[in-house]
């Protein structure tokens, strides 16, 4: 049976962790507003953004189209950009984005494709790299940065462009979380290179545009940004995501946190008064012994 010193100790840690875990709840519910208005915002740009590419690509033919759109006719080679938190104590939001990536890397490889992964996120590389630590190239960590601007997707798209340019990939395919509520995130995989452009039904892309310098220069210029736009996005996704699942895990743990305390105390008190009952037992013993 442990001590009473031993079941005290224990209590007060479980009280410690209790405060520090609804502590992050209250930080975490205080940033998710923040970065929930910060994705919404996002959403209609790049939305409306994609639709703009797919005006100007049913206007310009699969020759003239820059390989941002019209791709390298070839799938060999895909690189996986895996979008991630710094940190963890979020629930499962890390862990299936990682799950996504990895059923995408697997399923390519199984039909012999080349895979090679860029995480943006040390816990992505975290998670990926037993499996894949060969196939990533690089690292990208946002520990540093204090609010996710769009100076922060510009560089990672860049980097993303240099390298096919150089032929190092043919398909690269974006993994984020796209936040819907609190207790919703929803892993998500989009094409990015070349750009993943959908035509429906009454879109108005069957109607004849006159565009202003010529299609093929607009693209030049739209292209990259859309690559920009689309990681921009992305990243704020994340950062939405991943607090609205600290914050549930947080208060989860909180709740735990105060049945455990419950329960010890409970044995605690039940202890204490069995060693109670003891020790006058032993006196009555005593004094009839007498």
Do not use: W
């Not at 080679?77 to 963890?88: D, I, K, Q, S, Y």
């Not at 690089?138 to 922060?152: D, T, W, Y």
């Not at 990259?224 to 939405?240: G, H, K, M, S």
């Amino acid at each position: 049976m442990p001590s009473l010193k031993s079941l005290r100790t224990r209590i007060a840690s479980v009280k410690a962790t209790q405060k520090i875990t609804k502590a992050m709840q209250m930080v975490a519910a205080a940033k998710l507003r923040r970065a929930q208005l910060a994705a919404e915002a996002a959403r209609p740009y790049a939305t409306r953004m994609q639709r703009v590419l797919a005006n100007l690509g049913a206007s310009v033919s699969d020759s003239q189209a820059s390989p941002l759109l019209a791709g390298t006719r070839s799938d060999r080679t895909h690189l996986l950009l895996v979008c991630t938190a710094e940190r963890g104590l979020c629930g499962a939001f890390n862990s299936s984005i990682a799950r996504l990536a990895r059923e995408r890397a697997n399923g390519l490889l199984a039909e012999g494709k080349t895979v090679k992964l860029i995480c943006v996120g040390k816990k992505g590389f975290d998670l990926l790299k037993r499996q894949f630590e060969r196939d990533i190239l690089e690292v990208v960590e946002l520990r540093g940065v204090k609010q996710i601007g769009f100076a922060n997707a510009q560089a990672i798209a860049q980097k993303l462009i240099d390298r096919f340019d150089r032929g190092e990939f043919d398909i690269a395919t974006l993994f984020y979380s796209r936040f819907r509520s609190v207790i919703q995130q929803i892993p998500t995989a989009q094409r990015i290179i070349p750009a993943e452009i959908e035509v429906r039904e009454g879109t108005g892309l069957e109607l004849s545009y006159e565009f202003e310098p010529d299609e093929g220069e607009i693209l030049s210029q739209l292209l990259p940004r859309n690559v920009t736009v689309q990681i921009y996005r992305a990243l704020l996704e994340n950062v939405a995501s991943e607090m609205g699942a600290k914050m549930s895990a947080m208060d989860s743990a909180t709740r735990n946190a105060g049945e455990m305390i419950k329960k010890q105390t409970i044995f605690y008190n039940r202890t204490r008064q069995a060693m109670i009952t003891k020790e006058l037992i032993e006196i009555i013993s005593g004094a009839e012994a007498l």
